[in-house]
């Protein structure tokens, strides 16, 4: 549990039979070529990015693959959960028509969750599939999603509603790239290192709790550590469940409420890594009234997500039946079946279970953690 | 190599392991819950279909699926090459969504390749993957767009420049739906079939030869004996090279000069089908430019295409510079590699390989075909 000083590259690997690949989590990665052997060489290269990283970062990690590529091109998105929809995928697909790409062409995915999802889910359609790779520059994307081959876009009724399982080849976590990272999306990211523990590590809650302040101040030991551990505990849910038939659905811990939250509150209003947080306390108090968790677990969730610098008070999302429009949100959720909705909830710190809940329960959930 | 009668309907078995399914092919049916066994039960199914042939048969199979699922909804697109883009897919979603369908839901493809690719693509993306059946209405995509798990829309640079390979759960091909088809679609439809013979089998071409006239009066066991033979050369195709890494590219036999036609013309201007038939003339020529084939082999194939009712002259893409126009094209198709063309050539009858070919014997081929 100790953290060690950590200057080499730290590995892990994600066993999906022919499509497994390796994270790598060190300093300095985007201007290493070494880091990319692993990715197939090809022709062209096209760097996705968006225009709050790639001015930051593009240049750089397009010298570096110049050694692997004739040809990379970049193209940069609008930035943020408001534009991850069909018009902006576009994007990618005419930059790689413009130029000439073919099916060997490697796309790279630089910044955050949105344009690792958009990038991912082009790679997958263009031509049906090229090889992609994962280069996240913030914390959420480095912990989460940029792991386990969820790509896909948002629908106005609906989040990720279209989308596929597609794996990258390499998924490059450069940490020196989080020291650009505002504050506020630092925070959205410790909502998902905060959520393994629960889950699957008792032991990891209580790391967790212990440098909830060095992770925020950036030290980066704790941050490798908490990136290389995270990593890990998907790993080894992803490789047992790859399509969410099962287990894997206990990552979505937090994330029903969250949903929710970001759907009723439109997309792009709290941050995801925001709604998660405050959706895992929603969970937690859910898990406590169906008498699977102590209160005690409650108030120490709430604390560690609070202290993240996350919210736990639930927006209001409806004037007159505020825990109604809760429970319509949810129900569109993937995760629902036939209209039931499945909540992740925790069966004593460190296991996850998926099941249904009454709905006089939820509403008394929501009630009681909504703001005034 | 005489044709049986056949009133019981035929299977053929595509073998890729779990994600394997029957192809059935019999009259009526849509009209008979039995052949839909194979497919998993849900609450929820959708019906995807066009206006041409939704007033047709909707309602019908709509009937038939009731047994197996509580809700049958149904989506009718605009009709058309022109309309494969992502507008009309973004239909598919609504409808899915709107009626809160949930990732158990089962997508029906009701009509013909555009109808099934589309459906496919929708299938393969929504809630990232839910499953399909295949209900071909026309001849071209009974043998076959509706086998082999190819599925996509359209890009302005480019046919089927988005999609994913997803295989469906059940081919059903419906014999007597043919009834109905345009005798253009039908020719169409022929080309397809036509195809198999010089690229994998010389005796399957002498039995097309024989029976073009019997295929185009609807004689139903000689369009039972075409298509299942071609879903077997397919199926043992596809079988071998699920996602075109090699082999199965001979598949695209016509396609390359067919696909530039398409482009160049305007989607929907031509038939695909007529495209192709066109293009195995062309790519006949170039196979004999080549060394590959005799002479004979040219005029015996541009004979069954003329038999079959489709044309054997290449229309003029530019007034000024029409092969140069043509070689553009080909050059965006998702078979080119780094700006190679690979063209399927015919190496002996029963036989296709995949190369590239100079520029200047192409521009021959393309001057010699092209009309007046």
């Known amino acids: 549990m100790e953290v060690v000083s950590t200057p080499a590259t730290e590995r892990v690997e994600i066993d999906l039979g022919d499509r497994s690949y390796p994270i790598l989590i060190g300093e300095g990665l985007i201007d290493d070529p070494a880091p990319f052997d692993a990715v197939p060489r090809s022709t062209d290269a096209l760097i996705v990015t968006n225009t709050t990283v790639g001015p930051l970062y593009a240049q750089r990690l397009a010298a570096t693959l110049a050694q692997r590529h004739a040809r990379v091109h970049t193209v940069t998105l609008p930035d943020g959960e408001a534009f991850k929809h069909w018009q902006t995928l576009n994007l990618i697909f005419d930059a790689l028509l413009e130029r ?14 949105v344009v690792g999802d958009m990038t991912g889910f082009a790679a997958a359609c263009y031509m049906r599939g090229v ?40 998924v490059a976590c450069d940490l020196s790239t989080l020291a650009t990272l505002p504050p506020r999306e630092l925070s959205a990211g410790l909502a998902e290192i905060i959520k393994y523990g629960p889950i699957a590590d008792a032991a990891f809650l209580e790391w967790t709790e212990a440098h909830v302040d ?19 505990i998907k790993a080894e849910v992803v490789g047992q469940d790859e399509r969410e038939s099962g287990l894997r659905a206990i990552l979505n811990f937090g994330h029903t409420f969250g949903h929710a939250i970001e759907a009723g509150m439109g997309y792009g209003e709290w941050l995801h890594g925001e709604a998660v947080g405050c959706g895992m306390v929603m969970a937690a108090h859910l898990s406590q009234r169906l008498g699977l968790v102590e209160s005690g677990f409650v108030d120490r969730l709430s604390r560690v997500v609070e202290r993240a610098g996350l919210p736990v008070r639930a927006p209001r999302l409806d004037a007159t039946d505020n825990a109604g429009r809760y429970l319509d949100l949810m129900r569109v959720d993937k995760k629902a079946e036939a209209g039931e909705i499945r909540f992740v909830l925790i069966d004593g710190v460190g296991r996850a279970v ?19």
């Not at 000439?100 to 969750?113: E, F, H, N, S």
């Not at 925020?216 to 550590?225: G, I, K, S, Y």
């Not at 009454?358 to 005034?372: F, H, L």
Request: with cysteine; charged share 20%; hydrophobic share 40%.
């Open 100 to 113: 000439g790409c073919d099916r060997k062409t490697v796309l790279y995915a630089l910044g955050g969750g």
């Open 354 to 372: 998926v099941r249904p809940a009454p709905d006089a329960v939820v509403r008394e959930v929501i009630d009681a953690c909504s703001a005034g």
């Open 131 to 170: 090889p992609f790779v994962q280069v996240p520059t913030t914390l959420l994307a480095q912990v989460d999603s940029s792991v386990g081959g969820k790509t896909g876009i948002n629908h106005p009724a609906g989040k990720n509603m279209i989308g596929a399982f597609y794996q990258p080849r390499l």
């Open 214 to 232: 060095a992770l925020r101040a950036l030290d980066r030991p704790a941050l490798a550590h908490a990136v290389r551990r995270s990593c890990e």
